[in-house]
């Protein structure tokens, strides 16, 4: 793939080259600038050179933060704004350049749109945006700001809707271009690598299997079963949300297990080989969007999920301003006994009732009588529930649901969360009036059943292995199906130009072997997607137990 994964400032500034230079650190807003500065300033004049500085956030125009800002439609939405469609040149009433120093010294423009500047060399300098979140979340400064509002806590609702998709579009433009990127987890000696080994190991990438790295969110409801489970420590009480693939914040390590690696943003991948990565027809339909997630949802030990709805296609559109929507799946890998999934209306719900009922409890703590409305189903394990959008659900404690969804994540339109109180102990404020706006009426009682608790059925066969759907709608752009393997045996398969997501929902491994990129060993839990450009693979179980693959794919319309 070519190139090493260096460590420390000094390698970094080793690899520049002579003579006098205009060098650009781009990055997000959520990093310690001070610390990069610092550190790459001491580097360079160690190398015996001049070092200039120039922070291009000090020349951002007065009103900057608003330029860019994401607006609610309506405009008092307490809740939501549609994703912000503003630019990183907004910030600027005209982009400071920079003159070179004399001899061989070095001019370091840094700060969010410092690429903007004609320099000579470009980095990028990077921090997993789980960082970002937390740092925002506890008002960490000075990783906890928002974008063009230098020095300033942060808020969730800026960092989500704005500064993320600003962000992620202009380091998206400039991927192509850069020299160095710059892992700042470690700010003191950051690992790096070269912008060609960079784009040549993600072109290798698409071409066989890729396991994003996972992590753990903690929530009100969480429960403990990755702490069980996999040994995962929570650091913040409960592992409710385990991120395995979630393409707008994931990130893929690059370097050897024992030395400095880099995390990458996976959408990288998407941005610079979207036909290898996608394949030519999702490709066309989502543009370098990867449509798909999959995530856990940890209830084992922990409370409900609140009652919620995600929005349908048109409301997609036409107020929060994404092309498609957030249909859902869950399949339910583990369960304590009588755990239920809340889905679909009852067959006589009455709407205006539940309206008057939701807010009695927001107002006065008079608990929703849920099943008046909603139906509950025995959360089985293997099972599939399909969640197209506008669809009411939840799952119910006591669940490990493998949630299999269109990748806008967002907008959780909730009706519902079970009288639970923030630290300052007041009710969650909800959204319901979004709800009740996407609700689909049309498909309650016997049709939830029919149609969203779906049956397994056998696509194709074979001695020892078999695939099957076990859920497909027309609503819905893609389906999930599953692999079943018995011991020591394979089972052939090939994108055929589509991308291929699989989970290890049962069993204790399976080795997924491919024509160009060697064998992958995935353990139970684990997610991995196979890139449309890998073409034939096959699958082959690993140990006594029969395995069973939970595998996700973009239909043909």
């Known amino acids: ?22 060098l650009a650190v781009d990055g997000p807003a959520a990093l310690d600038w001070s610390a990069l500065t610092d550190g790459l300033s001491a580097a360079v004049r ?99 700001v928002n974008l063009g509002r230098l020095g300033e806590p942060g808020d969730l609702v800026r960092l989500f809707y704005t500064d993320w998709p600003v962000l992620d579009r202009h380091r998206d433009a400039h991927a192509a271009q850069v020299d160095r990127w710059i892992d700042m987890q470690e700010a003191a000696s950051p690992a790096s690598l070269g912008g060609t080994a960079l784009r040549s190991t993600l072109a290798h990438l698409t071409h066989g299997p890729v396991r994003t790295r996972p992590y753990f969110n903690s929530t009100p409801w969480g429960g403990r079963w990755a702490a069980g489970e996999l040994g995962f420590t ?73 009652l919620h709805c995600h929005p349908r296609e048109q409301y997609m559109r036409e ?12 399949y339910v890998t583990d369960s304590e006994p009588g755990a239920r999934v809340l889905l679909g209306l009852t067959e006589h719900a009455d709407l205006d009732v539940m309206r008057r009922q939701v807010e009695d409890a927001m107002g006065q703590d008079i608990p929703l009588p849920v099943e008046d409305h909603i139906q509950s189903h025995p959360a089985t394990v293997g099972q599939l529930f399909m969640i197209p959008a506008g669809t009411p659900h939840a799952s119910g404690a006591g669940n490990l649901v493998l949630e299999v969804s269109a990748t806008p994540y967002l907008y959780s ?20 009036e979004h709800g009740f706006a996407n609700l689909d009426t049309a498909r309650r009682g016997e049709d939830v059943t029919k149609d969203l608790i779906q049956q397994p059925r056998t696509l194709r066969t074979g001695e020892g292995w ?7 709608l027309p609503e819905m752009f893609y389906a999930v199906h599953r692999l079943v393997v018995a011991p020591e045996t394979g089972i052939a398969d090939d994108t055929s130009g589509r991308f291929h997501i699989l989970n290890l929902a049962s069993g204790q491994g399976a080795v997924i072997e491919t024509r160009d990129a060697g064998s992958h060993f995935l ?22 137990d029969e395995v069973h693959i939970v595998k996700a794919l973009v239909v043909e319309p």
């Open 1 to 22: 793939m070519g190139g090493t994964v260096d460590s420390g400032w000094p390698a970094a500034v080793a690899a520049l080259p002579a003579g006098p230079l205009v």
């Open 46 to 144: 160690s190398a015996g050179r001049e070092v200039e500085l120039l922070d291009v956030r000090r020349h951002h125009a007065p009103a900057a933060a608003e330029r860019i800002v994401a607006r609610p439609v309506p405009i008092d939405d307490p809740f939501f704004t549609p994703l912000s469609k503003g630019q990183v040149a907004d910030l600027f009433d005209s982009v400071p350049r920079a003159e070179r120093l004399p001899g061989d010294g070095v001019v370091v423009v840094f700060g969010p749109g410092a690429a903007l500047c004609e320099p000579d060399v470009l980095w990028y300098a990077d921090l997993p945006k789980r960082h970002a979140e937390a740092a925002v979340a506890q008002g960490y400064l000075p990783v906890g």
């Open 234 to 306: 929570p650091q913040a009480g409960n592992t409710a949300l385990g991120y395995e693939l979630i393409a707008p914040e994931s990130g893929v390590l690059i370097g050897d297990r024992s030395g400095p690696q880099v995390e990458v943003p996976f959408q990288l991948l998407c941005v610079l080989h979207p036909q290898a990565m996608l394949g030519e027809e999702v490709h066309r339909t989502f543009g370098t969007s990867f449509p798909i997630r999959f995530d856990y949802l940890d209830t084992i030990g922990g409370g409900n999920l609140s």
């Open 319 to 330: 107020v929060f301003g994404w092309s498609y929507t957030q249909h859902e799946t869950y």
């Open 413 to 432: 339109l909730r009706f519902y969360d079970w009288l639970r109180k923030d630290a300052a102990g007041a009710s969650r404020p909800l959204p319901y």
């Open 466 to 472: 078999r695939e099957e759907i076990i859920g497909a």
């Open 523 to 544: 353990a139970f839990a684990e997610t991995i997607t196979v890139p449309a450009a890998t073409g034939p693979y096959r699958i082959r179980s690993v140990g006594t």
